[in-house]
């Protein structure tokens, strides 16, 4: 089992919408999650990090860690054709040496 | 405030040839940082990473090697590159208890 997993996609929502990422992780060691958006061809972009249980808001964009279920999400609301892009989830630990894992990255198409 | 510089931007090489992709890091001290690799729609690949000057963990044992000479430099190095070894490379940095911060990438072909 992969460390973290997410849907390929591609995810196509319309314009406005409300489009929702999934990330799943397979251990329950304390962690924190980190959510990046990637255009093609370019470096990753940090769009939010979420440390404990619960949900986190910034903007348009609300991240929701659920630690019993191993899921961390990403909702993006009243998506626009410039959030077109790859989502990738990531996680580190918060013991031993805090090694950043990425997931394979989800692809969000968002027509006008 | 903190800048990471990657270079160079892409890279076409000969197969067997050597490869050093270089990276550093400024406005901050005694960072972890490590080198990534993404092939063509995958996702990111962690090949490397350090703590601190010539301490080098590596996560995918190839003919790639990485070295730290000095606290904010991360050298990524190949002896003869191998077709398989084109994608794209990213170096980043992050503390202890921060989020990475990636380079602009380098875009290797090996031809």
């Known amino acids: 089992q992969k460390e973290v997993e997410q849907n390929s996609g591609p995810l196509s929502v319309p314009e406005g919408a409300i489009a929702s990422l999934n990330c799943t992780y397979s251990?329950?060691?304390?962690?924190?999650f980190f959510w990046y958006r990637q255009y093609s061809g370019k470096s990753p972009e940090l769009i939010m990090s979420i440390y404990s249980n619960g949900d986190k808001e910034d903007g348009r964009f609300t991240a929701q860690l659920n630690k019993a279920s191993q899921y961390v999400s990403l909702l993006i609301r009243d998506s626009q054709p410039s959030d077109s892009a790859t989502y990738l989830c990531a996680r580190r630990r918060n013991t031993g040496f805090q090694k950043l894992v990425f997931g394979t990255g989800t692809r969000l198409l968002v027509s006008p | 405030s903190q800048t990471i510089h990657q270079w160079p931007a892409t890279l076409v090489q000969p197969v067997g040839s050597p490869l050093s992709l270089e990276c550093t890091v400024e406005?901050?001290?005694?960072?972890?940082l490590y080198w990534y690799r993404q092939a063509a729609g995958r996702g990111l690949q962690l090949l490397f990473y350090?703590?601190?000057?010539?301490?080098i963990s590596s996560e995918v044992p190839q003919n790639l090697s990485a070295s730290r000479p000095q606290d904010r430099q991360f050298i990524l190095s190949s002896k003869k590159l191998l077709l398989s070894d084109s994608g794209f490379y990213l170096c980043a940095w992050t503390y202890t208890d921060t989020e990475a911060f990636f380079g602009q990438g380098t875009r290797l072909t090996v031809v």
């Open positions: 406005g901050t001290s005694n960072p972890n």
């Open positions: 251990d329950r060691v304390s962690q924190s």
């Open positions: 350090s703590v601190g000057i010539g301490q």
